[in-house]
């Protein structure tokens, strides 16, 4: 779940909670785009707090784990100039 959908490009603080029972991780990429940003896979109740550099676009976020993008765990968010 996102906090924003919309957020300006730049610096970016980005939390990832794993609010679960299983593990999981985070892709992120903006559309037409081959380079995704990666935060490692994180356990029950583990977070991840980082920067990423966003230029504007629409960005897929994802869990890559099998099944968990069919399951829901998947979002999109508008970054602008």
Same mark, same amino acid.
């Given at each position: 779940?996102?906090?924003?959908? !919309?957020? +300006?490009?730049?610096?970016?603080?980005?939390?990832? =909670?794993?609010? &679960?029972?299983?593990?999981?991780?985070?892709? #992120?990429?903006?559309?037409?785009?081959?380079?995704?940003i990666?935060?490692?896979?994180? !356990?029950? +109740?583990?977070?991840?707090?980082?920067?990423?550099h =966003?230029?504007? &676009?629409?960005?897929?976020l994802?869990?890559? #784990?099998?099944?968990?993008?069919?399951?829901?765990?998947?979002?999109?968010?508008?970054?602008?100039?």
């Amino acid at each position: 779940m996102l906090s924003r959908g !919309t957020v +300006r490009a730049g610096a970016i603080s980005l939390e990832a =909670l794993d609010r &679960g029972m299983d593990p999981h991780d985070l892709r #992120l990429r903006r559309i037409a785009s081959r380079r995704e940003i990666v935060v490692p896979q994180l !356990t029950p +109740r583990e977070r991840w707090d980082g920067v990423v550099h =966003l230029a504007p &676009g629409v960005y897929d976020l994802w869990c890559s #784990l099998p099944e968990h993008a069919k399951l829901g765990m998947h979002a999109m968010l508008r970054v602008v100039g």
